[in-house]
């Protein structure tokens, strides 16, 4: 997924009211800036830290730029809009280049199902049983290389698993997929400190035969896209 706008450099003032961030510009200028992320953004809201924006002249916007991306040493991104995730697994899928779900020849976004829920895809083929693809952002990191989920309490997301279970049991395919939008990390496990109900339910949803895909993601200020399979730690 490119960026519509080429991206500038910033540094972050400050992260507030969830939605907002004020940063810093090159020249010297402070500009508010939306950011797309209504997480913790644990380690990754510090004053000081470089970030990436994205101008843009939209009348329609009251903030002309959109917080994108923080980079860290060593030339490593993070990406922070979660609606990129979304965005980047679409045209993957689209694509067939992802091997698990390759055989599926319909893609369909943000489909109703469960108890007033929608699923991020829903995938269909001639002959094969529907498949419901949950997608989560992972943008969380506490120990080297080791990307993390929940970086916050999530009852929506235990939900969710909750209702991807009821699929499989309805013979349908559920696959939670968490696409890691960090490039410094190799590994992926469940944050249960931050979160037990969550990591409890994905091992219930996990027994009932719901399936777990990792990816990580090719993060520069030009573009992000789908990268390789990450192996988790349980």
Known sequence: MQFPTPLIPATLIKRYKRFLADC????GREVTAHCANPGSMMGLAEPGMKIWLEPNDDPKKKLKYGWRL?????????????????KALRAALEAGEIPELSTYSTVRPEVKYGENSRIDFLLSAQGLPDCYVEVKSVTLSRQPALAEFP???????????????AMV?????AVMFYLVQRTDCARFTLASDIDPDYAHAFELAHA??????????????SS???????????
């Open 224 to 234: 992000i896209e789908l990268g390789k399979p990450l192996s988790a730690v349980e």
């Open 169 to 173: 049991r309805a013979g349908h395919r």
């Open 208 to 221: 009932a035969g719901v399936e777990r895909l990792i990816y990580d993601t090719v993060i520069t200020p």
């Open 151 to 165: 970086d916050s309490v999530t009852k929506r997301g235990t939900k969710h698993l909750g209702e991807l279970s």
């Open 70 to 86: 923080v980079e860290h040493e060593g030339g490593h991104f993070t990406g922070v809009d979660t609606s990129v995730p979304n």
């Open 24 to 27: 810093r510009l090159e020249d």
